[in-house]
């Protein structure tokens, strides 16, 4: 019989601390949320204060690439007039993998659309250049392969090049 009362007195105690403390963690709930949420804007902050200026490195870095793949400099950067064309269009496939093999590492930083964009432009000039190569004689020159690539490139209604650098503005200035 003096158990009964003793157990009442326990479990009273105990569902009245248990209130106290559920109490307790609902009205400093919001307090550690926003301790959280600040630490993590802060971790963010820190973060982007490192990696924004890699960022920036990579967008000129794909700026370049698209630069230097654009076949109206890619040509007079190769331009040699003793070759033929099956030697300037080794050339130009060759110079067209080594650069994008070289800027491959940036689609770490740079934003998947920018790094789509890379990759189409470099596909379409793969596609010009091989399409110009066909369309040529064996006999021919290396001044022919680039003005049949040159040709090519004027007949289309707008400069991919230019357009692919446009987009990658505009999504950099989102950036900041």
Excluded: C
């Excluded at 990696?51 to 793949?69: G, H, K």
């Amino acid at each position: 019989m003096v158990l009964y009362p003793l157990l009442l007195d326990i479990i009273k105690y105990t569902i009245a601390g248990l209130g106290i403390v559920w109490i307790a963690f609902y009205l400093f709930k919001p307090y550690l949320d926003r301790s959280e949420n600040l630490q993590l804007i802060e971790l963010k902050k820190t973060i982007s204060s490192q990696t924004l200026p890699l960022r920036l490195q990579a967008y000129e870095r794909v700026v370049l690439f698209i630069e230097r793949i654009n076949p109206s400099n890619l040509l007079i950067r190769l331009n040699n007039p003793e070759y033929s064309a099956a030697e300037l269009y080794m050339l130009i496939v060759a110079e067209l993998r080594n650069e994008y093999q070289h800027n491959v590492t940036q689609q770490i930083y740079v934003s998947t659309n920018t790094w789509a964009i890379v990759k189409k432009l470099k596909d379409q000039t793969l596609g010009v250049v091989n399409s110009a190569i066909k369309g040529l004689p064996d006999t021919a020159t290396g001044l022919e392969l680039s003005k049949t690539i040159l040709a090519h490139i004027s007949q289309l209604e707008s400069n991919p090049y230019d357009i692919g650098l446009n987009l990658i503005r505009v999504e950099l200035e989102e950036l900041f």
